[in-house]
């Protein structure tokens, strides 16, 4: 089985640019609107100080997260519509968590997937810990059949009003409310398959039923029953690993142990986007795939 090291790119456009990043913070544009958040990696210098934001997240003191939003101009509590690819409408907001309501970078992954489907007839694919739904919209815009998956009911609630912005609430979309890896075995046990399944597991979370998720304990199984779920016709299996000390060789070992009797391909290295002031990779996460 063939494996390489890659990076994927995201590139500045219309509804997200990374405009400047040094000394642990980043610049970015949201539409219109733009905004300062930190970012330990970006350990050199911007490229200018002259960053005029329209609010700034200022972390808290303990490493396990915290702060606040600071507002420079006003900034709607309840978010502002964004455009992907002129094709996926959804709401961008300022959250507690310091996110805006999608993750930028997983632009050139979702471009990815629609590809490896591309030709497919009706294809079926999964997103599992979906979030607020973009790369599940992505898919269905592209014609997949798609099972969306997240513990968080207020997630799906937002996943399903971003599909009615895009016009697509009558599309053939799932939106499951459950536990990531109690639903992906039950789907082993009634012997479902998939043309592809995207996952972004966080490191540490709870299902709707008090579920407890470790990333380095709980990853391997979910990743063997997703196996499961794929076969030789299949066409893609995603993971993408956020803010975690783990190598993304090690993300590519664990595809690789599993997919090895699939044939195809293990690729596995690191999400950047492109900072627009000067052309630098701000690496956000690391990742691994499998492809036919």
């Known amino acids: ?39 330990p990696q970006a350990m050199w210098a911007p490229a200018t100080e002259d960053w005029d ?73 999964m997103n599992l810990f979906g979030y607020t739904g973009v790369g599940t919209l992505a898919l269905s815009a592209a014609g997949a059949q798609m099972v969306h998956v997240d513990a968080s009911k207020k997630s799906v609630a937002q996943a399903r009003a971003n599909a009615e912005m895009s016009g697509m609430s009558g599309r053939p979309i799932r939106w499951i409310v ?24 966080p490191k540490y979370g709870r299902g709707p039923e008090g579920e407890v998720w470790r990333l380095e304990e709980d990853l391997p199984g979910l990743i063997a029953n997703c196996r499961k779920l794929l076969d030789d016709q299949s066409h893609f299996l995603f993971l993408t690993v956020y803010a975690v000390r783990m190598s993304a060789l090690a993300l590519g070992g664990l595809l690789h142990s599993h997919f090895a009797d699939l044939g195809g391909k293990v690729e596995f290295g690191e999400l950047a986007v492109r900072e627009q002031a000067r052309g630098l990779l701000l690496p956000t996460a690391i990742f691994a795939r499998w492809s036919r």
């Open 1 to 39: 089985m063939e494996t390489r090291f890659v990076t994927l790119t995201s590139e500045p456009r219309p509804d997200y640019t990374l405009i400047d990043s040094g000394n642990g913070r980043k610049y970015e544009s949201y539409g219109d609107r733009r905004f300062i958040r930190p970012e």
């Open 53 to 125: 934001a329209d609010a700034e997240f200022v972390p808290g003191s303990d490493e396990d997260g915290g702060g606040r939003w600071y507002n420079n101009r006003p900034v709607p509590m309840d978010g502002w519509p964004l455009v992907w690819n002129d094709e996926v409408t959804f709401n961008a907001q300022c959250t507690p968590f310091r996110h805006l309501g999608f993750f930028p970078d997983m632009d050139p992954v979702w471009r990815w997937m629609r590809g490896e489907l591309a030709g497919v007839e009706n294809p079926v694919a």
């Open 178 to 201: 459950d536990d990531a890896a109690k639903f992906v075995a039950r789907e082993v046990r009634r012997e479902k398959r998939y043309d592809g399944i995207l996952l972004d597991p």
